[in-house]
């Protein structure tokens, strides 16, 4: 049984900065893929932020490039997601996901069979 528990979304102003955690627990240690995704009201899920973590590449949607960084500690188990330069269009519920053979495109939900409860961040 895999746990992810997201946490450290808020309400911020526009241009301030959010960092993001995702926990996890239970048999993670096939995991080969994780991500952040993003859900607004009225829109689909969107990946935005994604880690391979064999080759620790990471993975970015062009509206978040440059400005959100994904990363991970490993001692931890933790997945972060630092966001910088916050806009009134980054206020969504933000989830984490992971996966353990990547089986479609990084950014699409259905590419992940583990997920989170989502964490709220909204910018002002």
């Known amino acids: 049984q895999v746990q992810l528990v997201e946490s450290g979304g808020g309400s911020v102003q526009a241009g301030e900065s959010l960092t993001l955690s995702c926990g996890a627990s239970g048999y993670t240690d096939s995991f080969d893929f994780m991500c952040w995704f993003r859900q607004a009201p009225g829109n689909g899920r969107d990946g935005i932020a994604a880690?391979?973590?064999?080759?620790?590449?990471?993975y970015y949607d062009n509206s978040v490039k440059g400005r959100f960084t994904v990363s991970r500690d490993a001692a931890t188990n933790m997945l972060f997601l630092q966001m910088n330069s916050l806009k009134p269009e980054d206020t969504a519920l933000y989830y984490c996901?992971?996966?353990?053979?990547?089986?479609?495109?990084?950014?699409?939900?259905?590419?992940?069979?583990?997920w989170g409860q989502g964490t709220q961040v909204t910018v002002s």
């Open positions: 996901a992971a996966s353990r053979r990547l089986t479609g495109a990084w950014y699409r939900g259905g590419s992940y069979a583990n």
């Open positions: 880690l391979r973590i064999g080759s620790g590449a990471t």
